[in-house]
């Protein structure tokens, strides 16, 4: 059975049961401030789990893109050592939210893989959760009466906490679960070893398949359990391993999920995956084939999460993804000896296997293509530098590093330190800094790496930990509502607080209001600040997010009498320049579309009250005139005076057929708020001005690339253009005054460029002759130590006058080692060249000479091993470098 039928056959059945089917969500997390990704198959449905939003239906199913790679639940180490685990996985899932329970959701489990699966039973073992005293939660005794009624009962295994009671996180819904096991051995192995003994053992063949949650309980602050008001189901069955099992297969990049990706792999490489081998030592062919599958897991990662919008970065959710996809570059660089990108041309591949069921990887192939190419590209050359930095490293052992953090001698160690540092900075895992120095006869202290890590490790985690309260409620019941889009200020009460602590942030309060005018954070526009008063006291709002549905208020400090009427009050100088450059930020992409063309889509973008910033598609520069063409088609639309015309709650098929645009990567409702300026109509939930000559103008401030395809523009508008052209105006009155007030300042300026150019050539050409006069003397003090010609003296020359005349020297002269020492703008500057029959004889390296001088000048540099150069900050230590030049040769 192939994987679209096995996927198609879960929804139709679970359609069948009255289950409404949704899509996925996208992989990208933008409203839970608690995730990066989703993680699991409930991720999108949390807020119905809280009881602050209430489904379309109650009763859901559907397939869910998920990533592990982070937080509580991440896998990424474990991908491609073993043949079941993953980044990104299909969770294929059923929900019911206070409608069915146990009963059902086990019977339809059992249905659907007897039934219409077809799964022998005799294959196959569940679990029940065995209860827990300590948390005063029993045994599942109603789990376990009704899978007596359709298994064997050796066949039900009693499961503890760990395996058996799940947790969306350290707060919030939970409940025990009951877990499908599949045994895929052979007859044989079955024999020898019972499946029961091999379950949650980490037993490659025997895998759980199905986990059925059963929410029952809320998880407290302070670890303690209380009921759910309503009971839920949630489960979740991974779609990778039903297809190992329904195919016949015992790993699941046996099955036609992966095929398609490996065997471009193999196409690409030349090397062949050897189909399900694992070896507790890998050998030559199982580091080939760890290499494959990490390769082919997370080109589906990385793919579908820049599809979803989100390009790979240095910080937050960009940086993980960045991560996972050099994991797989550095796979394919040591086992593969792939040198050039190559990645990149399994989106294609992965495209056409699943753009039918996910149309976003279709749509977004080009994009996604170019941004991986381009992300390949760069992580190669940072490779390169990396590998030539510890082969340096390592070719100059035979100096004595006294800095612990490089080389340690003696034992021809490279140090944990260096090893961490290539882990860090360049991205290397530890098993290259190892082959490389294996290579090379010397080994890496792998004690001192760990240690290192784990240092780093829990530094990140203090830095990001954060202590949460459980809410107290003050009103019951969903009461709150936004207002905001018609008042800046309402009379209001506070429904529930609770309290935060991060190390970043210290301690603040999180406040919900029933009618609150506050904005929260979305879609690209900051939340509002403000405050909340009432006739005896004032609190500032510093923040507003979302969250599970819910307007959350950050401020520093509670009111005193949390149960006084208050109002609220949007400080309406900074919303009122958001929205500017919300507006801006729409008449802009229309700018963009039609004058670049309408490939260009939003890829991510920034409203503040300072300015905008827009992430797009495009793939080259945009040239100077493009981006005047752009400003001009925005003003015009400015002077145009067009009206906002807002479309609340407009069935979503309705405003795209009207014209609206929707981006990729947003989660939209049934029921949508369309942005209408002139022929600019976007899907927005963001605030706006009520007409484009409030924006009064616009100007665009800067232009560049920040992915493979991606650009990105930044732009002010209203007071801060007005700022901007002062600005201007103020540094070209300063430069005429400069100038002695010329009539025409350009041509005064260009005069001054011309004459600078010419004393420029005039100075050149001063120092050459007067290294040339210099050459002469400077030959004459030239002494012989141990068969080397050595000179070692200060010059009064710049860096490029000190290397002409090292040329110089060097042509005339065999067997020549000199240091030339210069002071320019008190900047001492150190100059290395010597002889190539000395390089190669005697194995002397300028670069390893610069790198030692240099640290008595407090500066640093390298070059090539007969030439080189460093810099330092410390012009008083320039003597005692000169002076310690002899200690190589001696």
């Not at 005794?141 to 906490?161: C, F, V």
């Not at 189901?233 to 990706?261: H, I, W």
């Not at 549905?549 to 400080?571: G, Q």
Request: net charge negative; charged share 25%; with cysteine.
């Amino acid at each position: 059975m192939k994987s679209q039928d096995i996927r198609k056959q879960f929804l139709d059945f679970f359609q069948s049961k009255g289950h409404l089917i949704v899509p996925s969500a996208p992989i990208v997390l933008k409203d839970d401030p608690t995730l990066m990704f989703n993680n699991s198959g409930m991720a999108q449905f949390k807020e119905y789990f809280l009881g602050n939003a209430t489904p379309k239906s109650p009763r859901i199913a559907d397939t869910q893109k998920c990533l592990r790679v982070s937080g509580k639940h991440n896998d990424l180490e474990d991908v491609g050592f073993d043949t079941y685990h993953h980044t990104m996985f299909e969770m294929l899932g059923n929900w019911s939210f206070g409608d069915y329970f146990k009963k059902e959701a086990i019977h339809w489990a059992w249905e659907l893989l007897t039934e219409v699966y077809k799964i022998p039973k005799e294959n196959l073992y569940v679990s029940v959760f065995e209860g827990n005293e300590a948390e005063n939660v029993p045994f599942d005794q109603e789990a376990w009466d009704i899978w007596k009624g359709l298994i064997d009962e050796n066949r039900i295994i009693l499961g503890n906490k760990k395996d058996n009671f799940w947790e969306m996180g350290d707060q919030g819904p939970c409940g025990p679960c009951s877990e499908i096991h599949v045994d895929l051995r052979t007859e044989d192995e079955k024999a020898l070893v019972s499946g029961k003994s091999l379950v949650n053992n980490d037993h490659p063949q025997v895998v759980e398949i199905w986990n059925n949650v059963f929410m029952e309980f809320n998880r407290k602050a302070d670890g303690s359990l209380e009921k759910l008001p309503a009971k839920h189901v949630d489960t979740g069955m991974g779609f990778e391993r039903l297809c190992m099992a329904l195919q016949g297969k015992t790993s699941n990049y046996d099955t036609d999920v992966f095929t398609p990706l490996i065997e471009k792999v193999e196409e690409i490489t030349g090397y062949k995956y050897a189909s399900n081998t694992q070896h507790p030592t890998p050998n030559t062919q199982e580091k080939t084939n760890i290499a494959i599958r990490v390769i082919v897991d997370h080109i589906r990662a990385v793919a579908f999460a820049i599809a979803d919008g989100q390009l790979p970065s240095n910080t937050g959710a960009g940086y993980v993804i960045r991560r996972i996809l050099r994991r797989a570059i550095r796979y394919g660089f040591t086992f593969l000896d792939t040198k050039e990108p190559f990645i990149y041309k399994l989106v294609e591949v992965l495209a056409d296997q699943m753009g039918a069921f996910f149309p976003e990887i279709k749509s977004q192939q080009n994009l996604v293509t170019n941004v991986i190419r381009e992300e390949e590209a760069s992580f190669l050359r940072t490779l390169d530098r990396g590998i030539y930095k510890l082969e340096g490293q390592i070719k100059s052992s035979e100096l004595l590093f006294n800095n612990a953090d490089l080389l340690t001698e003696p034992g021809r160690i490279v140090s944990g330190g260096m090893a961490f540092e290539l882990y860090d900075t360049y991205g290397f895992p530890l098993d290259l800094t190892q082959l490389i120095a294996k290579e090379h006869g010397w080994s890496v202290d792998i004690n001192r790496f760990e240690e290192l890590l784990q240092e780093q490790k829990s530094r990140s985690r203090a830095a990001s930990e954060v202590s949460t309260d459980d809410w107290n409620i003050l009103v019951d019941g969903n009461t709150e509502t936004f207002v905001g889009y018609d008042q800046t200020e309402n009379e209001v009460k506070i429904t529930r607080i609770r309290k935060i602590d991060s190390k970043k942030d210290g301690v603040l309060y999180q406040i919900v209001l029933d009618h609150t005018p506050f904005y929260p954070e979305g879609g690209g526009q900051v939340g509002d600040k403000g405050i909340l008063f009432s006739a005896n006291e004032t609190i500032d709002i510093i923040d507003t997010k979302k969250e599970n549905n819910l307007i959350i208020h950050f401020a520093k400090k509670l009111p005193t009498d949390l149960n006084a009427s208050f109002i609220a009050k949007v400080n309406t100088d900074l919303r009122t320049s958001s929205a500017k450059n919300h507006s801006a930020t729409h008449l802009m992409h229309l700018a963009l579309r039609t004058i670049l063309g309408t490939h260009v889509e939003q890829k991510g973008s920034l409203v503040n009250p300072n300015y905008l910033r827009f992430d797009f598609s495009h793939f080259s520069k945009v040239t100077d005139e493009e981006i005047k063409r752009v400003e001009d088609f925005v003003n015009q639309r400015i002077q145009e005076q067009l009206p906002l015309i807002e479309r609340r709650n407009i069935p979503i098929q309705q405003a795209l057929e009207e014209g609206a645009m929707a981006l990729f990567g947003e989660k939209y409702g049934d029921n949508v708020r369309a942005i209408k300026f002139g022929e600019s109509m976007e899907l927005c939930g963001g605030i706006h001005v009520e007409n484009t000559a409030n924006i009064w103008q616009f100007k665009i401030i800067s232009e560049g690339a920040v992915a493979g395809g991606i650009r990105r523009i930044e732009a002010i508008t209203g007071d801060a253009v007005k700022s901007h052209f002062a600005k201007q105006e103020n540094t070209l009155s300063e430069i005429k005054e400069a100038l002695k007030n010329p009539q025409d300042t350009i041509k005064a300026v260009l005069s001054l460029q011309d004459e600078n150019t010419k004393l420029k050539k005039q100075v050149e050409q001063l120092l050459k002759d007067k290294a040339r006069g210099l050459k002469t003397e400077l030959a004459a003090q030239i002494i012989e130590v141990n068969g080397v010609k050595f000179l070692s003296t200060e010059v009064d020359l710049d860096a490029n006058g000190a290397k002409d005349l090292a040329y110089e020297l060097g042509q005339n002269q065999t067997n020549l080692f000199l240091v030339f020492g210069t002071i320019s703008e008190d900047k001492p500057m150190l100059t290395c060249s010597i002889s190539k029959e000395l390089v190669s004889d005697r194995n002397l390296n300028a670069g390893q000479v610069v790198r030692e001088l240099g640290k008595y000048i407090q500066g640093g540099g390298g070059g090539q091993a007969f030439f080189a150069t460093a810099g330092g900050k410390n012009a008083a230590g320039m003597k005692e470098a000169l002076a310690k030049a002899i200690d190589f040769i001696k």
